[in-house]
């Protein structure tokens, strides 16, 4: 069987490489889990484009041997969605951090979920916004210490996985760097699926958020995820109360009874032609 | 063929973050003295892959190339 | 052949013009007084199987457009005053990262909400400074319907030829009056389309010089795995922020884009300029009733003349001064604080420039403008 180049080789811009991101941080992982997904979903790296916001995660896209735009806090998903609806032929995914989705983003997040248009948005998660030095974001835990929160964080949290869910997103599955392999399924997945996909991959800070919490080094922020993972199907059975501080991982949705957004604006051209 | 023998590391990549080491199910990875990781027992290695798929900075490589 | 007629809004006309222009994607989000744009895109664009999106906010509309671009569209948004605002932070993401589209901004009373319904001219300097840090802009501002029409043909063409975006300047009465334009058949049009690369894949850099200062855009899809980042970039579109001469010489190449080809940009009408002494500055539409003024003037033997940039920015400072040179004095007439007055003042070598301006959402009377230059006479 003829062999081909190593992923890292055919789809990463080597001469880009290392990347500027701390030692241990999670979103080489979450990165490396995404260019795995697009080679194995066969997609042609020609009709790739990723967009990215502001943070750390957002950097990803420049290690990427595809088209990419590194466009302004929070509004990757409303570039993408010009990107898409431009050219329908194109996979358009969007890397974004916690604070860029669900923050200043929040608002493209849920119309892109409403709309329901074709692209796979990587929430890269790790708590925090580290590229401003670990502030809190809409997902930092309560009562966790960070640089605007050292007295403990009192701001209630998003469960961005829910967010998707109850805007209309019709792929949504979360996963942890611990999981990696899992995480490059549902990425796979998630390119696959014809609508908006969201899968929130919780990832680690170890240099900030991780520190201000005493979350351990690189290696043990992986394995407090193993800890805490609970799969969907278990996590359905159990109660809120013994879900507190767990993750719950895995496919939430996968829906195929929405139309996808650019789909159905050919009907709108159709309708427009024949009147 | 021992499945570790095909654990290659990209040093200028690695910053020594140790996942690879703790995390590896059959521990057969040991880290030198700059915290960079070393296949120290090939015959033992599963050819799991996980050190290659978590490394967070693409310096594993378990084979060169695939099929 | 016999020329086509149509009377039309200025709104109606500006959705034409880019129709014409080959628009093939509107994003935009509803405001008045330019809501009409954006219901005839919505009509005519699936006519010619172009898209029209109605984004949740107008930050996600012009990022749409910029998007759209990206992706090989002719895109255009249409807001006012207090969208435009919002949408500056993009907008500097498009003049950086050097994407072609058209901004059109309906202007209406401001600040604020302002009043939505009534005409002024408040966001001229908004249209030059509105996004942070330094850049060139191009903006046109038409005074009637049918130069609505011709000069977002030419935002366009403009867009595509310089790589960036370009403001077209309407107000809230020129948007909402009908006039007749006269429609151009298609050859008559000329259509610029973006220059795009020829060289091998690999040897691509989208953000070098080519010579002509513009570098060719490639389209998203076409096989070149191009990538731009909003922080300062060198020709490669990765970030360069590692020297200050680094740094220094990305901005000074988006100036310089502008700067050389200053004068395939610049346009201006220039009436009863040859002999005046007092040298009318005015834009938009409230410049018609500066060159009725003007007219009543010559009646009573003043020698006044209107100088009306059709380009506002870049500023024809040139033409200005030859012609300030001449007169004794300047006068703008606008309907703002002074906007104008403020950048005339650069370019008139020290003659008194007096603002003539009525505020208050109404259009200045000419005979309060013929008040004024009876007055320097």
Redesign the interface.
């Known amino acids: 069987m003829a062999q081909k180049a190593h992923v890292f080789d055919r789809l990463l811009r080597q001469d880009k490489l290392k990347t500027m991101w701390c030692s241990g941080c999670g979103n080489g992982i979450v990165m490396q889990a995404l260019v795995r997904a697009i080679d194995k979903a066969g997609l042609d790296p020609d009709k790739v484009v990723v967009v990215a916001g502001i943070g750390c995660s957002c950097r990803a896209n420049g290690y990427m041997n595809v088209c990419g735009i590194h466009t302004n806090h929070g509004r990757a998903i409303a570039y993408a969605t010009g990107v898409k609806m431009a050219n329908p032929n194109l996979h358009v995914i969007v890397v974004t951090g916690d604070g860029d989705c669900t923050s200043i983003g929040g608002n493209h997040f849920i119309h892109g979920a409403r709309r329901n248009i074709d692209m796979t948005v990587v929430v890269f998660n790790n708590s925090n916004y580290g590229m401003t030095g670990g502030q809190f974001s809409p997902t930092t835990p309560y009562d966790a210490k960070t640089k605007t929160s050292i007295y403990g964080n009192i701001d209630p949290n998003f469960d961005i996985s829910i967010l998707a869910k109850a805007s209309g997103a019709t792929y949504v599955a979360r996963s942890t760097t611990y999981h990696a392999s899992m995480l490059t399924e549902q990425l796979t997945n998630a390119i696959n699926h014809n609508g908006f996909s969201v899968v929130e991959a919780m990832c680690d800070c170890p240099t900030l958020f991780g520190r201000f919490n005493k979350q351990g080094d690189a290696a043990e922020m992986l394995l407090n995820w193993k800890k805490a993972a609970v799969p969907v199907k278990k996590a359905d059975n159990m109660t809120e109360d013994e879900l507190q501080g767990k993750v719950v991982i895995g496919e939430f949705v996968n829906r195929s009874d929405r139309r996808e957004y650019t789909d159905i604006y050919e009907d709108v051209i159709k309708r427009a032609k024949e009147s | 063929m021992e499945k570790g023998s095909e654990f290659s590391l990209n040093k200028d990549f690695c910053k020594s973050c140790g996942i690879c080491v703790a995390l590896c199910p059959v521990h057969v990875l040991a880290k030198d003295d700059d915290g960079k990781p070393v296949m120290e027992s090939p015959d033992k290695c599963s050819g799991c892959k996980l050190c290659e798929y978590r490394c967070p900075d693409f310096a594993i490589r378990m084979g060169g190339k695939e099929e | 052949m016999k020329d086509e007629f149509k009377v039309l809004t200025g709104n109606e006309a500006c959705t034409l013009g880019a129709l014409a222009a080959g628009m ?2 509107f ?1 935009g989000y509803p405001i008045t007084p330019a809501t009409e744009i954006a219901e005839y895109a919505s ?1 005519l ?3 010619h ?1 172009g ?1 029209y ?1 109605q ?3 107008e ?2 509309s012009i ?11 002719k ?1 255009m948004t249409a807001t006012s005053g207090p969208g435009f605002s919002l949408m500056q ?2 907008i ?2 498009g003049m950086l ?1 050097e994407v072609p589209c058209v901004l059109v901004d309906v202007m209406r009373q401001g600040p604020c909400q302002g009043v939505a319904t009534v005409p002024a001219q408040g966001d001229l300097m908004q249209a030059r400074w509105g996004t942070h840090g330094d850049h060139p802009v191009i903006a046109v501002v038409p005074c009637s319907v049918e130069e609505t029409y011709y000069e977002t043909v030419r935002a366009f063409n403009m867009a595509e030829a310089y790589r960036t975006p370009v403001f077209v300047l309407s107000d809230a009465m020129l948007a909402h009056m009908s006039e007749k334009v006269r429609i151009p058949s298609a050859k008559e049009l000329t259509i610029v389309n973006r220059k795009r690369p020829t060289c091998a894949k690999e040897e691509y850099k989208p953000y070098e010089d080519d010579g002509t200062g513009i570098p060719p855009m490639a389209t ?12 300062i970039h060198d020709e490669t579109g ?2 360069s922020t590692n020297s200050p001469e680094q740094i220094s010489s990305q901005v000074k190449r988006l100036e310089d884009k502008i700067t050389r080809n200053i004068k395939d940009i610049e346009s201006y009408e220039e009436y009863c300029t040859e002999d005046a002494e007092i040298i009318i500055v005015s834009v938009g539409l409230v410049s018609r009733v500066a060159k009725g003024a003007v007219d009543a003037a010559r009646d009573r033997g003043i020698k006044a003349g209107l100088f009306r940039p059709i380009t506002l920015w870049p500023f024809p400072e040139q033409r200005l001064s030859e012609l300030a040179a001449g007169a004794k004095t300047v006068m703008t007439c606008e309907m703002n604080e002074g906007q104008l007055l403020q950048i005339v003042r650069q370019f008139t070598k020290g003659k008194p420039v007096i603002l003539v301006t009525q505020n208050d959402g109404t259009i200045i009377e000419a005979e309060i403008v013929l008040t004024a230059i009876k007055e320097v006479n």
């Open positions: 093939d994607f994003a009509e664009l699936p006519k199987g898209k999106m984004m949740e906010d930050l996600a990022a749409a457009v910029i998007g759209a671009s990206f992706a090989g569209a895109a932070e993009n500097g993401y990262a998203f899809g076409d096989g070149y795995h191009w990538y731009v980042s909003g922080i990765f970030p």
